[in-house]
Every structure is written in structure tokens, then in C-alpha cells.
């Protein structure tokens, strides 16, 4: 893949130990064999690392366990951002942060995003808890959103900034299960 010189791995966590001389390469990137740039659909990426971590007090999140939507439902979204200092130099984001957001009906999800021309699809949902407002912000994408300790989405986009609360656009990890447990056998 073009990028993969580009991508840096980066575990910020005291839970997780390395050996000093272990550095984070990847390996291997599987992209989902479906995905292309004309649709949202299949916005998933598996990455597996040269090395394997060594979780200490870490709880793991599950993959779903069913299809269903969980409107309404309180989730939260996890991500690295910038200190004020580290956003003005141009230093990696150092602050880790989270955010309890509600998972939105496709109709409103749609409704909102009424300046892209992207259709929301049955493998995507939208989640947020400030619908009208939009805070400009930069943050990292591929942000997870946990449902009840469920793996339930990854952050494709955002109309705004998903650590605020601002609505943003998650791939539904549900649709793909079968195809993560087969990648994890196979590699």
C-alpha cells in the first residue's frame, strides 16, 4: 500500500509494555477487499504489528454481538487529542479523551449531512450529542465508539469534531465480524 511508509503506530499507555528494543512497525495491512473510494460502505482497515503487546490492566472491548441498531443508546467515542502547546507546534496529540455520545437514527444522520452527497448506508451509522453545532477542531480519525463495551463503530468522518460531541460518521463493526475473525486466523 502507498501509505504504509507514512504510518506510524504509537501505543501512549502505561498498561502496555515493550521491550526497549521493540518499535511498533506493521507488518501486514489488510484493507477490506470490498472497499473503494466510490462508496462509504467497507471503510475498514486491519493492521497486525511485528510484535505482539503485553496488555497489563487493560479490559478489552468485544466485537458486537448482533446487527441491531442501538439508537438512542449512550456510546462512547475514544481518541487522542492536542494539548493547546502540541497543536501550535506541531507535535503529536498527547491528551487521551473520551466522549459520551448518542447513537443517532440514519434518517436524522442524514438529514444532517444534507452538503455531502454521500447516502447513508445500512453498514454506517451517525452518532453525537450536539446536533446543530459544529466545533472546528483536529482530531484523529479512526476513533473507536463503544456500545455497552462493544466494539459498535469506527470514525470515518465528522461533520465537526466527534471528541466534541459534534455529530460524526462511523463505520458499523457488526457487518464485519465474520470477516475480522477470519483475518485474525488466518494471520
Known amino acids: 500500500m502507498k501509505f504504509s511508509r507514512l504510518l506510524k503506530v504509537d501505543i501512549a499507555s ?5 521491550n526497549k528494543t ?3 512497525i506493521p507488518e501486514i495491512f489488510l484493507q477490506h477487499p470490498n ?5 462509504p460502505d467497507n471503510n475498514l482497515m486491519l493492521i497486525k504489528l511485528n510484535v505482539p503487546l503485553k496488555l497489563k490492566q487493560v479490559s478489552l472491548a468485544v466485537l458486537p454481538d448482533t446487527m441491531d441498531d442501538r439508537e438512542g443508546e ?5 481518541a487522542w487529542g492536542w494539548s493547546e502547546w502540541n497543536y501550535l507546534t506541531g507535535l503529536e496529540p498527547d491528551i487521551q479523551m473520551n ?4 447513537f443517532l437514527p440514519n434518517a436524522l444522520c442524514q438529514a444532517i449531512e444534507k452538503s455531502v452527497t454521500i ?3 445500512k453498514k454506517m451509522f ?8 459544529i466545533s472546528l477542531c483536529k482530531e484523529m480519525s479512526a476513533a473507536p465508539i463503544l456500545c455497552q463495551n462493544q466494539l459498535y463503530g469506527i470514525l470515518s468522518w465528522s461533520k465537526g469534531c466527534a471528541l466534541r460531541g ?7 463493526i457488526s457487518h464485519y465480524t465474520d470477516w475480522i475473525l477470519n483475518v485474525i486466523r488466518t494471520y
Open 74 to 78: 449512550k456510546c462512547t467515542v475514544f
Open 14 to 18: 502505561k498498561e502496555i509494555s515493550l
Open 99 to 102: 466522549r459520551n455520545v448518542f
Open 126 to 133: 451517525c452518532a453525537g450529542s450536539n446536533i446543530n453545532t
Open 166 to 172: 459534534d455529530v460524526g460518521y462511523y463505520t458499523k
Open 35 to 39: 472497499f473503494t473510494m466510490d462508496t
Open 119 to 121: 447516502q447513508m448506508t
Open 22 to 24: 521493540d518499535k511498533l
